[in-house]
């Protein structure tokens, strides 16, 4: 299972960016699909998700409004939309798949994202 992340880069703060995921297989063949980040110094923590059994997402609260994750199934992608972004939402970013609630079974590789003027 690969999971290739790409899209990270520098932007001012109130910019956007928009985080791509190209996972190996279906995207049917797992549970959940999504992001987590990690910023200097911090613990990695969920962004969002997708749960592939009913489309469903979820949002940590810091990012709900301002990120919009979707998902192509016939391209077995994976995308986060990001506006109004902010100096705390510095850090890696990491795409996610997990075959059964709750867990994350495969991550991968990271991109950065800095949000700095």
């Known amino acids: 299972v690969q999971l290739q992340a790409s899209g990270g880069g520098l932007v001012q703060p109130g910019g956007s960016l928009r985080l791509s995921c190209a996972v190996s297989?279906?995207?049917?063949?797992?549970?959940?699909i999504g992001w987590f980040r990690q910023a200097p110094g911090k613990e990695r923590e969920g962004v969002s998700c997708?749960?592939?059994?009913?489309?469903?997402?979820r949002y940590r609260d810091s990012v709900e409004g301002r990120f919009t994750i979707s998902r192509d199934n016939s391209q077995s992608t994976l995308w986060l939309q990001m506006y109004s972004l902010k100096p705390e939402d510095t850090a890696v970013y990491y795409c996610?798949?997990?075959?059964?609630?709750?867990?994350?079974?495969?991550w991968g590789q990271g991109t950065q994202v800095t949000v700095s003027s």
């Open positions: 297989g279906r995207l049917s063949d797992y549970y959940g």
């Open positions: 996610t798949a997990g075959r059964s609630p709750g867990r994350v079974d495969y």
């Open positions: 997708i749960s592939m059994s009913d489309g469903s997402t």
